[in-house]
């Protein structure tokens, strides 16, 4: 073990690390645990996945939309080696637009933001007993919030499924 939170084990170079999550009795788990464990991490991993799946999306729209306006310009101008850059650029642009259709960015960056938002959403519902949890007892409303919660998440899943084989198989 490294640390208190995870298991570490290194069969070669790799180090991969595995959560540890603490053994509890059948529905022992209170709302407060509930969010700092499972609500407030998703929370932070739909973020820092959008912000770089935006960011890569963004870089690459950039660089193949200035590179694409560039070519056009460069085989008009009589100059040393600029059928080279052309070339160049053009390269650039296939390999840019290739990676994005393996990887998808700017699907995943709406997908996770959007996630986050519900996830954000549905504890502003609960903590304010609103939507469909008003009216509710105290138990059913955690259980139906557990449920929105992980039926958000199970639904991003897919989602995200979905848009890395679907894509990729309708090209092959």
């Not at 963004?58 to 070339?87: C, E, F, H, K, Q």
Request: proline share 5%.
């Amino acid at each position: 073990m490294s640390n208190g939170d995870t298991e570490t084990a290194s069969p070669s170079s790799h180090t991969v690390s595995y959560p540890r999550l603490p053994p509890r009795q059948f529905a022992a788990m209170n709302p407060e645990e509930y969010i700092a464990e499972r609500l407030n991490e998703s929370l932070v991993w739909y973020d820092k996945s959008a912000k770089r799946n935006k960011s890569w999306d963004l870089r690459m729209s950039a660089v193949t939309v200035i590179s694409g306006a560039l070519v056009p310009v460069l085989i008009n101008l009589d100059l040393p080696y600029v059928n080279l850059g052309a070339t160049v650029l053009s390269l650039i642009i296939v390999l840019f637009v290739s990676f994005e259709s393996v990887h998808h960015f700017r699907e995943q960056w709406t997908n996770y933001r959007s996630t986050k938002q519900r996830l954000r959403n549905e504890y502003f519902l609960f903590t304010t007993n609103e939507g469909p949890y008003a009216k509710m007892d105290a138990r059913d409303t955690f259980r139906v919030f557990v449920e929105r919660i992980e039926g958000s998440i199970e639904a991003e899943n897919a989602s995200t499924l979905q848009v890395m084989t679907t894509i990729n198989e309708t090209k092959t």
